[in-house]
């Protein structure tokens, strides 16, 4: 059995492909052998220079220590030992090979290239032989942020009218760190192919969740991966499903977009984070402004960054129109409370991915208390931002306040696919700290980012090479607008970008010409 990874150069990037070798730690200038209990693999390099790299890794199965294994599912039946597809399809062999190969880039860890492993990178994996139908292929590589091409293969190429085999061939780009992609293959090909060749013991539940901690808690279909690659053994399965909740539990509580501080004392949540600039003051816990009030100019001198950053989306979404919105990792609803009150609105939806927010959104609402022509105007769901979601599409904005920071840099790939690919509103608006203006916070200390749950903080030309490459890769136009107080030097305290469709843009200059 077979697969392939190939790492491609993204067109500026100061690295070779070839370094893809360092990753892997096998050198793509020879051929290296691993001995197995079950056989023997090869890794060698079809292809290596400076544009591609390519790393395939063929697996021999040793057939008499393959008769030996008392794991098939068809065991009781005597020529299955003899004849089956073990040797030709990916499944847990191929898994344990991989693991056992690459161990050191499954855990993300490169001595010669440590920044390279902790950056996603423009990858494809084939696997000629999948040992299951293109829809379970698809449900379960795509929420990843895969590109999934499987094509089903035919019984006999000669015989067409006998119609496609039980195998795939599959293919998958997208834009991974290698780790995070070596260890959804190493949990994921046994979850495919529903047949371990070795007995499942309690062990596999901690194989599971080490293997899986960067992307399994959040996978929409969790449950089904974890049964199939527990084989459906109820009390491994309970173990393992208990634990991912407890996961749950503690990412909810370590969000602090769940819940944001300016609710805090009416939710009985915890104090807002301790890091303030000395122009803003206690005014955290007031309530939201109506949409017909007006704040005097002290009253904006005292206003909190939250406040300001708030005000600042409104204007934004007003500036463009847009009457449908998306509030994209909404928490507790500090924007949507506004959102609501401000009838240019005709249709909210919230969106967080932790259901303890969502509570205390509907709570701070008090959607069972309004009006009913004002409670139907908003709708909250529960889902992650890195996830496609069909019911995400056709809206007129999408909001991001204060989300982008929380996720882990080799996820973005996949938020960016999500929310400018695939649910694609006609404006974009995006808020994130200003990593320059840190140094203004007097509690907060050199070097230290705002909040401990905050993956990366970015000075204004981070966020500005961010947002032009995934305006250009998706077809918006960049707007950038401070918000909050601006340091002559430094900038201001957040920084907020406007993307909108370029293609509705240029249509409306034709119209006003």
């Not at 009781?76 to 847990?92: C, I, K, T």
């Not at 919105?325 to 500090?334: H, I, M």
């Not at 509690?443 to 305006?471: I, K, N, P, S, Y």
Request: with cysteine; charged share 25%; net charge negative.
């Amino acid at each position: 059995m077979l697969v392939t990874i190939t790492a491609t150069r993204p067109p500026g990037a100061d690295w070779p492909a070839t370094d893809l070798g360092y990753l892997l730690a096998k050198n793509p200038e020879r051929v290296q052998g691993f001995e197995h209990a079950f056989g023997r693999s090869q890794v060698f390099y079809p292809r290596a220079d400076e544009a591609a790299c390519t790393a395939a890794l063929l697996l021999e199965i040793d057939p008499i220590a393959l008769v030996k294994n008392r794991n098939l599912d068809s065991a009781d039946f005597s020529l299955s030992q003899y004849v089956n597809d073990r040797p030709y399809a990916a499944s847990s062999l191929l898994a344990v090979a991989l693991g056992q190969v690459f161990r050191t880039a499954i855990r993300g860890t490169s001595k010669e290239r440590p920044l390279l492993a902790a950056t996603a990178l423009p990858l494809t994996i084939q696997l000629p032989a999948v040992p299951a139908a293109a829809a379970l292929v698809e449900r379960l590589f795509a929420p990843l942020g895969w590109e999934v091409a499987a094509v089903p293969i035919a019984l006999d190429p000669a015989f067409p009218d006998w119609g496609a085999s039980r195998y795939c061939d599959v293919t998958l780009t997208g834009v991974l760190r290698l780790a995070d992609a070596l260890s959804q293959l190493y949990v994921l090909l046994p979850v495919l192919d529903g047949s371990k060749h070795y007995w499942i013991s309690a062990e596999e539940v901690d194989k599971l969740l080490r293997a899986g901690e960067a992307w399994l808690p959040g996978h929409p279909d969790r449950e089904l991966i974890t049964r199939r690659y527990l084989g459906r053994r109820p009390a491994l399965v309970r173990t393992a499903l208990g634990r991912l909740a407890e996961i749950d539990e503690v990412a909810e509580s370590e969000l602090d977009n769940a819940v944001d501080p300016a609710e805090a004392e009416s939710v009985g949540g915890e104090p807002a984070e301790g890091a303030t600039a000395a122009s803003q003051t206690a005014a955290e816990g007031e309530p939201a402004p109506g949409p017909a009030e007006q704040p005097t100019a002290a009253e904006v001198r005292k206003q909190s960054l939250a406040a300001h950053r708030r005000d600042a989306v409104l204007a934004a979404l007003k500036d463009v129109g847009a009457k449908r919105v998306l509030d994209l990792g909404c928490g507790g609803g500090a924007l949507l409370r506004a959102l609501l009150h401000d009838r240019f609105f005709t249709e909210i939806v919230g969106v967080d991915v932790s259901a303890r927010a969502l509570q205390y959104a509907a709570r701070g609402l008090r959607l069972d208390r309004q009006p009913e022509m004002l409670a139907r105007r908003m709708r909250l769901k529960q889902g992650s931002l890195t996830y496609t979601d069909a019911a995400l599409k056709g809206y007129d904005a999408a909001v991001l306040m204060e989300v982008i920071e929380h996720v882990d840099p080799p996820r973005l790939g996949a938020l960016e696919h999500a929310v400018f690919g695939a649910a694609r509103p006609s404006t974009v608006i995006v808020t994130t700290p200003n990593a320059e203006y840190n140094v203004l916070y007097e509690t907060l200390e050199a070097g230290r980012m705002r909040h401990r749950d905050h993956r990366f903080e970015w000075t204004r030309a981070q966020f500005a090479d961010w947002a032009l490459r995934v305006g250009a890769a998706h077809g918006y136009a960049v707007e950038y607008r401070p918000v909050g107080e601006v340091d002559p030097e430094r900038g201001p305290s957040t920084q907020m970008a406007v993307f909108t469709d370029a293609a509705l843009t240029a249509g409306s200059k034709e119209v006003a010409a």
